[in-house]
């Protein structure tokens, strides 16, 4: 198919990297190939929670044959973190948690690397464990970071040494007492919610190469390789140029693949073997228990309105089960501070939002960033306080939901947003109104609504750079450094390049694997932002290569730059019709009559762009001029059953429409509502299971449990609207998280209309339903 | 402490003959294990991270991958038989439906292909879908060692979760049932986390035919798995429906009676009140359905 | 036990483990081979002949990012030794397609946006193919059971099992 017209914006072209990956062509970080001199690294991990390291002895595993190098973190100090440096590379004094890696092993096979682990020899103190964040934040729990007041940490993250608590974001605003005092109708709730994993399809892998002269690279499945560069460079005091990361296709992020988790490990391992690549690749079991996860979380919300439904105040204590290492887990809580209130107005709040340390696997940015996991009990306490009022749910919505313009909770202004027309879009398609009939009697069919915002959850300052390259044949390179995960990005950017050079789509080529040697700077692939960030910078590169080719031409014909155009990879002017193709003069450029000289060359474009308006919020009061950089908002409807003699739920229709500011790629949108439905809805049955000595007792796909083919919904119902912002492409902004932020407490929400039952903790479960609607018909005969 | 990357080293043999068999299991004992289709063993090696030095593919024996049936004797399906292959068999689908049935809810297609119906029964887990529908067609098992054959039923075999009567020298070499009688109806159904795919929750097989010679003029038969340390039978269940005239007040009373003979543990898959439940509801349910179908 | 007879048990296991000189027969392609015993056709496929469009995903028969045909039927490589397919045919995601002409249900993939890490493509056109060629015309509930054992993170599977149908309805999996 070829698009030659400008304005493909909006238009569903195909993914620019869907052939490589239905031929098998796609290079995945484990496709690499190396030659013989390659090493394979396994990591010796702890089998405690919580525990002090009296001595390790990695005599025995030297000694095999085969057995390269045994690495420890003995002579290894350094520590990593993105806001709160608090992680080591391998743990030397001490573990904190189930599967911490303690030594790495590199040995000429995987299985004799295998073998090696187990020959080395590790004497632990058992530490007293805990594994739950309200426990965890009291102040005699025993300290999980005894030295938090020595890490550093950005200006906008603040610890409590002495304590387990690594971040305490507050919000106080207005005057909750007195305006609970004058409530009508107050709720209140418990929600707790357990760590859930991000359960990518490629399991972490990385390749790690240090030369003799000190070079470095490193091969990684990685979301942020700059922010991988940048992390693991700072933790072991060497210079950027001398650490590189090269980040192949993706299998499967979703917040699990943004910063480090083993890819230090790594290259650690590679400099105790200079001269040899070490792959480090994790199995499927050790990607359920060695990676970061989603935080767990318990949330004590209240929440009171006036005699009108119109929300009042909001008094809340949110407790992130951060894990061992909080260094991402600490701005999740920030995050989830700043926008504790969920999609609402309301103008009295006080709130604290705080990151735990917890004997748990650390706890990370997964996608929704504290969103999914605040909207759980946010989105249920707001269905009791409407039920108070005998408000009708979506009625309550539309009173409360937030509006652009609106004074939010860290008070600023909202940025353009229209989420009453999503809330309009899936009550329509849901038939919110129409109660329907179950599809046998042996069940029970309810609906349910919940609606969700989230901003990028970032630093003020993140940027994003990228460069247009053109070939000879007018064919054209875009490079950037922000990653395709499956979501789209590098389509986006290809089609952006496109519609500004006025070149076919199918001319342009993504540069990949994402190279830090020679991709331009990306801050990171996280937060929902590419479209627009990368975007802005596409843009911008994509104007800049635009202005010099036509700068050349104008000159070449003598005439105005604003008579001319592109269009299908030709120059034309509007004035004289004039056509001058691209190829080759976008390299060579234009001779001069009677070739008595040259005019222009190679054509090279390059934009940026950071957003550089976010302010700093008031430490107590959580208060200040511009939290974010803007919101995005969504709203889902879900009609399920239960089926009344197993509980087993069936999701019969998800309805889910979200602000997008301005469809880049429709299509694109439609496939990630679809996947973020499902994902959101699997997220509702999914957890991490520990027994009560902080193992994990499920750590395969038989007992973690994921949507399959056989559990989605019949139907998904997507669709968007454009409330476009001042600063996207053409006012686009991401969604890519967004999508599955509120299923979870949708389909709670539906529930409760099927069987009259809250369920304030996840994981449902078909046992957990049943057994809770046992209970429910014995209270009501007795 | 976490499954290995790849398998721990061993030794493949192919086996050439019956004899072949019996001489390196009595020369390798413990050191040796029978290979069928290796999607339980080779899992099961990872989690451990080692295993026997020696796999002897017993798979290519003669008679090993044969199913062979007649109405006078019944069917006969060698242990090295896929699952792919016993569910689509037309005299399974024909004569043996709960086989079928229970076999096409084994994991997924691709380890179908793998999966044999001996090695399943050798594995012996409490949860196996086979072992209910294997239970209700009276399924024997033939295994043979270098003295002979001898024949065990099926609960002989199965002593233990894992666990099988087994002796040192023996190995399972097929599998047998004979024709279920005139008009036998029955279904298999499950309960896992997930609609398709999972370990069985809960597993009933239910066969039911015509029986003139009973009060209640038909004879049930019913399986279950994952809710005590092996499938069972429920025998004194099958002996109440048999001696009351069927009605649904039956069906649930005698569903009742399965459920308090039900022993489930409780782990991180279900609740043992549950799992108890369940087995309840789906007797049930799967009494009604072959009592419809009868009549 | 000792650390010397650690080593020693350890080299003496690996003395005794045998290899095996082999011929699969890959996408139409004879490859003679030197196995070890304890390599599956995973191992084999991305490790020994470079074929790594096969994904390793669990290794344990649960994802279906393995999946490859054996003489036309889908298996999970991850379970299969490769020792034991001496002389079998094996056809894998790079024998799909040649000379850059798509199969309709490839064709159905890029058509309908049925891809999006992609780390699971392969093991869903392999099990996909092998369904369309047993069953040229599957009802949804069909394409379901016969795909359960592929798990996707991304998609949300719908487009996957309308690429099926589509593909299907173009002539099948040739």
Redesign the interface.
Known sequence: MTLTESGLIGKSVPRTDVMDKITGCAVFVDDVQFGPNLLHG?LV?S?YPHALIKKIDTSKAEALPGVKAVVTGKDLTARLGLYLIDRPIFAYDRVRVY?EPVAGVVATS??IA?EAV?LVEVEYELLPAIYDPVESAQPDAPLIHPDLGSYSVANFIFPEPGTNISENFKIRKGDVEAAFADCTAVAEGRFRLPPIEHVPIETHTSIALSERTGQITLWASSQSPFAMRDMIAQGLGISHSKLRVIAPVVGGGFGGKAGVTMEACAVVMAQAVEGRPVKL?L????EF?GTSTRQSLVSDIKVGCDKDGTLQAMELTYYFGGGAYNDYGVNIARAAGYSCTGPYDVPNVKADSLCVYTNTPVGSAMRGFGMPEIHWGLEQIMDRLAEEMGMDPVEFRYLNCVRTDDEIVSGMKMTPIDLEACIDKVTKAIKWDKKEEPTAPNKKRGKGIAIMWKAPAMPPNPGSAAVVRFNEDATLQVEVGGQEIGQGAFTVAAQIAADVLGVPYENVTVSTPLDTKYSPYEWQTVASRLTWSMGNAVKAAAEDARFQILETVADAWDEDIEDLTIKDGIVISFKSEREQPLDKMVVYGMPNDDFEGWKGGPVVGRGRFMPTYVTNLDPETGQGTRAVVHYTVGAQAVDLEVDL????LEVLNIASVYDVGRAINPDLIMTQIEGGAVHGMSSA?EAM?FNEDGVV????F??Y?IS????IPRKIHGDYVETPIDDGPWGARGVGEHVMVQTAPAIANALYDAVGIRFSDLPL???KI??AL?EKDKTQKD | ????????????I?AETFQDVFDRMKEKGDDLKLLM???DL??QM?DR?EGP?F?L?VKGLPGMQEISFDKKNGLIVGAAVTL?SLSSHPNLVKYFNVLCEAA?TV?????R??ATLGGNICNASPSADMSPAALIYDGKVIVESSSGERELSLDQFWIGPGKTALKNDEFLKRIQFPTPPEKAVGCYLK?G???????AIVGVAVLAFPDSTLPAGIQFRIGINSTAPIAYRVPSVEEFLSQNPISDEILYKAAEMAMDISAPIED????A??QK??VR?LVY?GLKEVWERLK | MGEIEIILLTNK??K???K?TITLIINGQSEELVV?????LL?TLRDQLGLTGTKNGC????C?AC?VL?DG????SC???S??LDGREITTIEGLSSNGKLTPLQQAFVDLNAVQCGYCTPGMLM?GTA?LRRNPKPTEEEI???????LCRCTGYQRIIDAIMEASRQGGAQ
């Open positions: 396994r991990r089998p599967g995987e299985h295998v187990k690749r199995t499927r079991e050790e228990v003699e197993t509980g087993q049955y299971k007792i499920n750590p395969s038989v007992d449990r399959t083919f056989a559990d479960s078909a046992d049943y057994m046992e | 402490m976490l499954a290995r990357p790849g398998l721990p080293d061993f030794e493949y192919k289709g290796g999607t080779f899992v990872r991270g030095s796999l593919d792919n096409d994991g997924n297609y691709q380890l292909n793998l309960l986390r997930s609609k398709m795919g999972d370990l991180q898959r279900a609740t009140i549950y439940k369940m509801n349910k | 296991k690996r005794t483990m045998a095996h070890p015993s304890n390599m599956t191992h290794e344990a028969g649960e279906g999946t054996i039927e889908p298996v999970n379970l299969v030794l020792v034991e099990a369904l379901q059971k016969a795909m359960v054992g592929n």
